[in-house]
């Protein structure tokens, strides 16, 4: 049983289009976030949830839009796709926001054309 | 605004030999650190933590040693195995975020031969 899952797996686009990340945990976490890990390889935080709540919006284009239908699901969508927008993204999710150990998906390798 | 920082990428050890990554922070405001490990085409995958009120922590092969007056953390891993072979990632609780998320650093790629 995959405690993160996220698909696609990799997503091949092209520039302009609209596109979608799913992400799902079964661990009962309340806390959940995407995080990107651009070509410099850092990994940076974009949006965290909450029980459904927005907590953190880290100056992210509004182009990009999570959604959390219920706790246990994060979706990001991306409009209008960028060249720039290539990026690993990984779904992440915490039993609280005070609770630093993150279990992370296994990634969405986006790749803009 | 780099606040963790690994300045070593790449890290070439033998097996049975220990492996020493670094990890150096700049916001004194830290005060809980962890470690990942990730796997090529897999998430990162948390292996120990440590917390500031502690200069160390130990779990099997791995130790975190906590040096706060020199803003400096290391990871121990004795002995090597081939299947340590990985990326790591020092992390910390964003102060400015109240905790609520981490920022990494950028990894050092361990490779260990057998």
């Known amino acids: 049983d995959t405690a993160v899952s996220q698909t696609p797996k990799y997503l091949v686009t092209q520039m302009g289009n609209d596109k979608s990340i799913k992400c799902e945990q079964n661990?009962?976490?309340?806390?959940m976030y995407w995080y990107k890990q651009d070509s410099k390889k850092f990994l940076k935080i974009m949006f965290s949830?909450?029980?459904?709540?927005?907590?953190i919006n880290e100056t992210v284009p509004n182009r990009f839009s999570p959604k959390s239908p219920d706790k246990a699901h994060l979706n990001l969508h991306i409009n209008s796709l960028e060249l720039g927008d290539s990026a690993v993204y990984f779904c992440a999710s915490s039993q609280s926001t005070g609770w630093t150990e993150a279990f992370f998906g296994q990634g969405t390798r986006l790749t803009v054309v | 605004d780099q606040q963790v920082k690994q300045n070593s990428p790449s890290l070439s050890v033998q097996e049975g030999r220990i492996s020493i990554l670094n990890c150096d922070y700049t916001n004194s405001m830290f005060d809980y650190f962890l470690w990942y490990k990730k796997y090529p085409a897999e998430g990162p995958t948390f292996l120990i933590s440590?917390?500031?009120?502690?200069d160390k922590n130990e779990d099997g092969r791995f130790t975190v040693f906590l040096n706060k007056s020199a803003k400096h953390l290391s990871l121990h891993i004795v002995p090597s195995q081939p299947g340590d072979s990985a990326v790591y990632f020092c992390a910390a609780p964003r102060a400015d975020l109240a905790g609520t998320a981490l920022i990494f650093g950028k990894g050092t790629t361990l490779s260990v031969s057998s």
């Open positions: 949830y909450n029980n459904k709540e927005l907590i």
């Open positions: 440590i917390s500031s009120i502690k």
């Open positions: 661990l009962g976490h309340d806390t």
